[in-house]
């Protein structure tokens, strides 16, 4: 029965991440191992909890190019029975430049023996800055810099049991537009909904297969669907492929330990006009560090 579950959870997740195609810009590869920033929630799956760096970049080796940086680490709140942490995002494009700092609460719900329901909220401020004077001063359109702050509210629900997860999260409440010097600060400040799931399954022994999904909405913008797979060897050795429904795959490469864990991801345009052309690839390299002396390596 719990095996059936499970492959309905993913069957469910790759329908409604097909049906919806997307030209939507979010996220980072690697969701499927810290989901976090998109949900705080997630942070319960880990009982020890961790610390977690990202970095993605895009173009390596040309100025102005995206660049992505986030922070987020939790510990466990044993008489709540949650968790309690915090998130730093760093998002920068040319002269544009988003920064954002929030704090969040988390609390578990136990509904079985085996199964729990999370929810999350989180707090916090968002910078954004456009320094369109060091483009050309003398032209009226790049006179003015841009420097703005607002506050940011976001909330977190995740179902979920030892080996799978299905949840939705609106990690930014907004109120007010922040940032609308551009077409993708414009984007980056609507209210974005996200649904993901996953769950790990044992092919064989010393084999085990975790199918991840999650979509992206926001209004005004085609809807995204992220679609991943990694294959465990051993709970030490993770080798996956992702695939974005706007033309963009990516190959996966970790490495899990019993408190660090090491990613790296590669990603790459399908679409036929880049093909032997200007590729957009994108480097990303994560590292995870749980806290506590852990028996073995977390991989939902």
């Not at 790296?264 to 390299?285: D, K, M, P």
Request: hydrophobic content about 40%; glycine content about 8%; some cysteine.
């Amino acid at each position: 029965m719990k095996r059936f579950k499970q492959w309905m959870l993913c069957f469910i997740l790759i329908g409604f991440a097909t049906v919806l195609s997307a030209q939507q810009q979010f996220g980072y590869t690697q969701y499927m191992d810290n989901l976090t920033p998109f949900n705080q929630a997630y942070s319960l799956l880990d009982k020890t909890g961790s610390v977690s760096a990202l970095v993605r970049n895009q173009f390596v080796g040309i100025q102005g190019a995206p660049r992505t940086f986030i922070l987020n680490g939790n510990v466990p709140v044993e008489s709540l029975g949650g968790s309690a942490g915090i998130l730093v995002m760093s998002d920068q494009f040319a002269v544009e430049h988003n920064t954002q700092f929030s704090a969040f609460l988390s609390k578990g719900i136990q509904l079985t023996d085996s199964e729990y329901l999370g929810v999350s909220m989180s707090v916090g401020l968002k910078n954004y800055v456009a320094n369109f004077s060091s483009l050309d001063a003398s032209d009226p359109q790049f006179r003015d810099d841009v420097r703005q702050t607002r506050p940011n509210i976001g909330f977190g629900v995740l179902y979920y049991s030892d080996n799978y997860y299905i949840g939705v999260s609106m990690p930014e409440l907004t109120i007010t537009g922040l940032g609308t010097a551009s077409l993708q600060s414009n984007v980056n400040d609507r209210n974005h909904y996200y649904f993901s799931g996953a769950f790990i399954t044992e092919l064989a022994e010393g084999i085990k297969l975790k199918p991840a999904a999650m979509v992206a909405y926001t209004r005004g913008v085609p809807v995204t669907a992220n679609l991943s797979s990694v294959i465990f060897l051993k709970d030490m050795l993770g080798v996956g492929i992702n695939y974005r429904t706007d033309n963009e795959a990516a190959g996966i490469l970790s490495v899990n330990m019993n408190s660090f864990k090491l990613g790296y991801s590669y990603q790459f345009n399908t679409a036929s006009v880049n093909l032997g052309g200007l590729n957009s690839s994108i480097h990303e390299i994560t590292l995870t560090y749980r806290f506590g002396n852990n028996t073995q390596p977390k991989l939902l």
